[in-house]
């Protein structure tokens, strides 16, 4: 689950991880209100999505007079920003951070991130932070320092130093960047936290370390141990339909193909999704169903997958175990019943109770199209959408 950057930063400050002064603001007379109380320009107005490349798409301006933050609060609240990492139909602005100016001595990258490999934290940093850091990991990666720490061992001092030391602080700012670097590991930690971003983390005419932007990403499988976090959550910013399928635990994600497909198991849909690919067609979603689903959350799946107006055929892909065949099939039924279909649907089912599920479709009298298995569902499927 990502929040907005004022939602990270007010979860920096709970840790003493410096940021500016600023506050939210969801109309252009609370972002002057707010400018007004910062003690001076200039101030910084900053779009708030759930996504990087704000600057780069217009959405970060800085105002030296209220006059200006009038004219750009009003500018950006309302406007449909697009970035790299928004896609083409960029996001709706809804509200704003007005934040103090800082003097920036130099733009420095920090981030952490769980890494699988190694089964550690990683603490990635870079001294050319700002807003290009993807053209400095692909272009010149040696700059990128990595430093894994052992989760079970927690951040250690020689990791701090290793860290600072390779971004060549100066000697005044080791300790507050020290100080920095242990509390956000602290809240990466305490908080379940999947990725925490500073780009840019600055050093600032006096030797301080601030962060200037925050970017942060919890563990959804986390999240019931932390209430207080799902109250960050803003629909606004999530697929529609992602939402309507986290409301039944659906594991979805919406995807841009023609073939919406139905699988139990994450390593089955994506061996679906690839094999669907190399038969000629594009997946429209992933969709689990999980190993347990219900006859109910099958129905669901099937209603929020047909809604998809891009989908042109469906492909079902299950394997019986502890969510059996028969079971399956009647969701099938019931969806079917409910939502009608008229586009073609392919299943393959294999597994526990494959015979009764089997049965209950074809007594169905529904306009299903059998596979014998999945090469022969995804070529089916493929000359379908053709």
């Known amino acids: 689950m990502k929040i907005h950057e004022y939602q990270a930063k007010e979860l920096f400050r709970k840790y003493n991880v410096p940021v500016p002064e600023g506050t939210v603001a969801f109309s252009v007379d609370e972002a002057k209100q707010t400018a007004m109380t910062l003690g001076g320009f200039p101030v910084v107005v900053k779009a708030q999505i759930h996504a990087g490349g704000r600057g780069k798409g217009g959405g970060v301006k800085l105002a030296s007079s209220i006059e200006e933050v009038e004219t750009l609060a009003g500018q950006i609240l309302g406007m449909t920003l697009v970035t790299h990492q928004t896609g083409p139909d960029g996001r709706l602005v809804k509200k704003l951070l007005v ?3 800082q003097k920036i001595k130099k733009e420095l990258y920090l981030s952490l991130l769980v890494d699988r490999a190694t089964a550690s934290i990683v603490i990635m940093a870079s001294q050319d932070g700002g807003m290009d850091i993807e053209e400095v990991a692909a272009r010149t990666p040696e700059r990128i320092i990595k430093v894994y720490v052992d989760p079970l061992l927690g951040i250690q001092g020689y990791h701090l130093r290793q860290v600072g030391f390779g971004l060549e602080l100066p000697g005044a700012a080791m300790k507050p960047f020290s100080g920095l670097l242990s509390n956000l590991y602290k809240m990466f930690v305490a908080n379940d936290c999947s990725m925490v971003e500073i780009n840019p983390l600055i050093l600032t005419s006096d030797d301080q370390v601030l962060a200037l932007d925050a970017k942060v990403d919890f563990d959804s499988n986390a999240l019931h141990r932390h209430k207080d976090l799902l109250a960050l959550r803003d629909l606004d910013e999530e697929d529609p ?28 849909a994506m061996a679906t999704m690839d094999i669907i690919k190399n038969a000629g067609a594009t997946p429209a979603n992933f969709m689990d169903v999980g190993g347990g689903a219900t006859s109910e959350q099958v129905e669901n799946a099937f209603r929020i997958i047909l809604a998809d107006e891009k989908v042109k055929a469906v492909l079902i892909n299950i394997f019986g175990g502890i969510l059996r065949c028969d079971n399956f099939a009647q969701g099938v039924v019931d969806a079917a019943k409910k939502t009608g279909i008229n586009i073609p649907v392919v299943v393959r089912m294999e597994g526990t109770n494959v015979v009764e599920g089997k049965k209950i479709l074809a007594d169905a009298g529904l306009n299903l199209t059998s596979a014998v298995d999945l090469s022969d569902a995804a070529q089916k499927i493929a000359a379908a959408v053709k």
């Open 99 to 101: 934040e103090a100016g």
């Open 241 to 268: 339909m992602e939402v309507e399928a986290s409301k039944y635990n659906l594991n979805y994600i919406n995807l841009d193909g023609n073939v919406g497909n139905i699988v139990n198991g994450a390593g089955l």
